[in-house]
């Protein structure tokens, strides 16, 4: 059985990002739990905000080669910032492109059947909990199935070592128990 492959990003392009930081941390635990983790860096595909007119020219490249990524993988771990409790307009617009119909696939096609987990870091003391729930509800209309349990990280700005990993174990044995469950879950479900 090949190991399930899981496409990792942040909902955040700013080179500092804390849920960057994160979702890299989180890509180097599910490999180390048995999965196949690729982090893509959002900076790396800009789109344009999402407009009919635009799309009507033809899909922007860089959501042609998303489209690509997210096709050879069978789940998405997203790091979510949270802007004034809700995710991001980068993560938003993001997904809303990724979910138009192309090529003849139904615009959903692409996510259904896939998995997804949620992590969100702050420097604040609530760790993005707001925008979590809104995340998950989002994946879910995308036809994804979301894990339960989402990891939060508050006080994100203190709680990476040197090394990039987290300095509370109690965290990061929270955020390798996610990490497994979706390696778990993929291995159970495509196994």
Not at 25 to 47: S, W
Request: hydrophobic residues 45%; aromatic residues 6%; glycine residues 12%.
């Amino acid at each position: 059985m090949t190991a399930p492959k899981i496409l990792v990003f942040a909902g955040s392009a700013r080179a500092g990002s804390l849920n960057k930081q994160l979702a890299k941390l989180a890509a180097q635990r599910i490999e180390a739990q048995g999965g196949q983790a690729t982090f893509v860096d959002l900076k790396d595909y800009p789109c344009p905000l999402f407009d009919g007119d635009i799309e009507a020219q033809g899909m922007p490249e860089n959501v042609l080669r998303l489209r690509e990524i997210l096709a050879d993988h069978q789940a998405l771990l997203i790091a979510s910032p949270e802007y004034n409790g809700f995710i991001t307009p980068l993560l938003k617009n993001t997904l809303d492109w990724l979910s138009r119909p192309y090529g003849g696939a139904p615009g959903l096609g692409l996510f259904a059947g896939k998995w997804a987990a949620l992590v969100a870091a702050s420097p604040g003391g609530l760790g993005g909990i707001r925008a979590l729930p809104i995340g998950q509800q989002l994946l879910a209309n995308l036809s994804l199935t979301v894990l339960p349990q989402p990891l939060s990280l508050g006080k994100a700005n203190s709680a990476f070592n040197e090394a990039g990993g987290l300095k509370d174990e109690t965290t990061g044995q929270k955020l390798d128990a996610l990490c497994k469950r979706l390696v778990d879950t993929l291995a159970a479900h495509y196994g």
